[in-house]
T-cell receptor, first 120, second 113 residues
Framework: GAVVSQHPSWVICKSGTSVKIECRSL??????MFWYRQFPKQSLMLMATSNEGSKATYEQGVEKDKFLINHASLTLSTLTVTSAHPEDSSFYIC????????????????FGNGTRLTVT | AQSVTQLGSHVSVSEGALVLLRCNYSSSVPPYLFWYVQYPNQGLQLLLK??????LVKGINGFEAEFKKSETSFHLTKPSAHMSDAAEYFCAVTYNQGGKLIFGQGTELSVKP
């Protein structure tokens, strides 16, 4: 089945530093990837839609200069949390849709295993 | 605005008992509906989905869900709970908006021995 690899699975960083999270589709090509944030015991909040070869589309209230997204190839999207602060500590999850499957709206998203970010 | 509501943030059942997790959506257009399961510190795994056709959808691990348009519901059921079913379950919907998923609040399922 389709696999999405997210790296790292957990990271601890100091306040003020930047952290990069990678999301790779291992056995399929993904023109679109999505980045979510999840707080403890809460649902997933869509942060942005990452499109290969173009700028990401950010959801309302998400700072694009804070959360930099790059989708340089059909199999890789990265999320960089810049100048991280303790309030950025969260569980970040990416997902990807297989471009080869017909019907983009009904083909399921494949999720990475998430990245636990802790900012001290 | 489209939305998804999961009734009950926490459901507890005994092993072998029926599992029923409720999901209602609001939509002015036909939705595509999904159920995902999340284990601690992991991503989401697709259980099942409804797009068109048969309204009773069977998924993995013995789960199934029925799309009821008149009730705008897509409840998830499993006849007999297993300890390994304990997890967080999310109902989600997508419309013709580039495939963005809208998630419900999630329901934590506990299974008692």
């Amino acid at each position: 089945g389709a696999v999405v690899s997210q790296h790292p699975s957990w990271v601890i960083c100091k306040s003020g530093t930047s952290v990069k999270i990678e999301c790779r589709s291992l056995d399929f090509q993904a023109t679109t990837m999505f980045w979510y944030r999840q707080f403890p015991k809460q649902s997933l909040m869509l942060m942005a839609t990452s499109n290969e070869g173009s700028k990401a589309t950010y959801e309302q209230g998400v700072e694009k200069d804070k959360f930099l997204i790059n989708h340089a190839s059909l199999t890789l999207s990265t999320l960089t949390v810049t100048s991280a602060h303790p309030e950025d500590s969260s569980f970040y999850i990416c997902s990807a849709r297989d471009r080869g499957i017909q019907g983009p709206y009904n083909s399921p998203l494949h999720f990475g295993n998430g990245t636990r970010l802790t900012v001290t | 605005a489209q939305s998804v509501t999961q009734l009950g943030s926490h459901v507890s059942v005994s092993e072998g008992a029926l599992v029923l997790l409720r999901c209602n959506y609001s939509s002015s257009v036909p939705p595509y509906l999904f159920w995902y399961v999340q284990y601690p510190n992991q991503g989401l795994q697709l259980l099942l989905k409804y797009t068109t056709g048969a309204t009773l959808v069977k998924g993995i691990n013995g789960f199934e869900a029925e799309f009821k348009k008149s009730e705008t519901s897509f409840h998830l059921t499993k006849p007999s709970a297993h300890m390994s079913d304990a997890a967080e379950y999310f109902c989600a919907v997508t419309y013709n908006q580039g495939g963005k998923l809208i998630f419900g609040q999630g329901t934590e399922l506990s299974v008692k021995p």
